[in-house]
């Protein structure tokens, strides 16, 4: 079984390492080492260039600003660069006080890109393009009152306002649709390894479904003899002790004993090839079908049904052999069955067996005997797990299995579509 592969998470963003670990505590709070290096570095970068400013420009007054405006921009701009560390819980709020604040502030210049960095990254272009198009919007006025020389070549200033906030927009909406597509590529391979958990299940499932009704079908038939023999001997026996038959000889002895044994190891070696099938791997070199009945065995199975009292009548058509193994199998089973429901619910009955040819495109395989006296055809017998394990091989061949009492019969019949 192939490993899945370790992942770093320390080295992953929070979003992505939610999804990497779904049973963590979703929010967007939740920093990864990453998030906390990443954020460090931000605020650094943004208060470096807030002093920068604020010792270069806002101090010696170089731009002229009013006295009042000397002490908003530091102001506003401290409040912007602290605005970082909520800019995954808050990202719109943060983003439209770096457009309204930021804009009109010169110590927020770096804070207020990494935040419109941040709103394109966390909300997309429906958030990130007008929040950053009013920024642009109130920088213009600003400048053009400010700067000097700016009222002169205003063209320039605007081209360079509009494409700086289109290369940050831009650049968080590309790291935004990398991430999405890491986080497409791994939910369908979740869905897929989903699936497949699903199809291997479905498959144990139906394997575990075949092998018991091979092992249903296996030992009824066995037991089932085996209850025959020994019912007869205990029968006569009893007789014998009461005086209403003579004791049964050795050699009867020996012969009921001796069909009791042999059906008892046949039992036990049909059973250890079923159970063969569990100890094999699914595509193991090693890995072979155990040896399945074909229709060429069902005269043995009738002669050891008549060995045990069972009279039955039988017809086979020829050139069954010709048939797919699966519909030898399932003929087999069917008649197997059959043999087997006779002799629990209706001893000594005779038994007619008919397997027709696939001369018009089916099979047709039809097991009567006389019913149990009272029953009727909602009160069908051996209505357990062999009958409904017969009607689903049945259906597997697009086939269908009946049963019914008529005329004082009972009658399993099945007809199978096939093709030699």
Not at 120 to 138: D, E, F, M, Q, S
Not at 266 to 284: F, N, S, T
Not at 370 to 387: F, M
Request: hydrophobic letters at 50%; aromatic letters at 4%.
């Amino acid at each position: 079984m192939a490993m899945t592969p370790s992942v770093d998470r320390w080295m992953l963003p929070g979003e992505l390492a939610r999804a990497d670990e779904p049973g963590e505590r979703s929010g967007a709070d939740r920093r990864t080492p990453r998030d906390w290096a990443v954020d460090l570095t931000m605020f650094a970068i943004a208060a470096l260039v807030w002093l920068a400013e604020l010792a270069y420009f806002v101090v010696p007054d170089v731009l002229g600003l009013p006295g009042w405006a000397q002490i908003a921009d530091p102001v506003a701009g401290a409040a912007v660069c602290l605005a970082i560390w909520w800019r995954r819980r808050f990202p719109v709020v943060t983003g439209l006080l770096a457009g309204t604040a930021g804009a009109l502030a010169n110590t927020a210049a770096a804070a207020m890109i990494l935040l419109l960095f941040s709103l394109a990254l966390h909300r997309g272009w429906k958030a990130a393009v007008p929040i950053t198009a009013v920024a642009v919007l109130i920088s213009v006025p600003y400048i053009y009152l400010s700067f000097p020389n700016a009222d002169r070549q205003p063209l320039p200033w605007l081209v360079s306002l509009v494409l700086g906030g289109a290369l940050v927009v831009t650049a968080g909406l590309a790291v935004r649709a990398r991430r999405q597509v890491v986080l497409a590529l791994r939910m369908r391979a979740d869905a897929e390894r989903r699936g497949h958990t699903h199809e291997l299940e479905e498959s144990r499932r139906a394997e575990r479904q075949r092998i018991a009704r091979e092992m249903h079908d296996v030992l009824a038939h066995r037991i089932s003899l085996l209850a025959v023999h020994a019912g007869a001997l205990e029968y006569r026996t009893k007789q014998a002790e009461q005086g209403a038959a003579p004791e049964p000889s050795a050699a009867e002895v020996r012969d009921v004993v001796g069909v009791v044994r042999s059906n008892a190891n046949l039992a036990l070696e049909e059973l250890r090839e079923v159970l063969d099938l569990l100890r094999q791997e699914p595509d193991g070199e090693n890995g072979r079908e155990a040896p399945q009945p074909t229709a060429d065995r069902l005269p043995d199975l009738l002669d050891e049904a008549r060995r045990s009292g069972q009279q039955i009548r039988a017809d086979f058509a020829a050139g069954l052999g010709k048939l797919r193994p699966q519909v030898q199998r399932t003929i087999y089973r069917i008649v197997q069955e059959g043999l087997t429901n006779a002799r629990k619910h209706a001893p000594g009955a005779a038994v007619d067996v008919l397997v027709s040819d696939a001369a018009a495109g089916e099979v047709l395989v039809q097991v009567a005997n006389a019913a149990p006296i009272g029953v009727t055809t909602s009160e069908l017998p051996g209505a357990g797990a062999g009958l409904i394990g017969l009607a689903e091989r049945v259906a597997l061949h697009g086939g269908e299995l009946t049963r019914e009492i008529s005329e004082g019969e009972f009658r399993m019949r099945a007809r199978i579509p096939c093709t030699s």
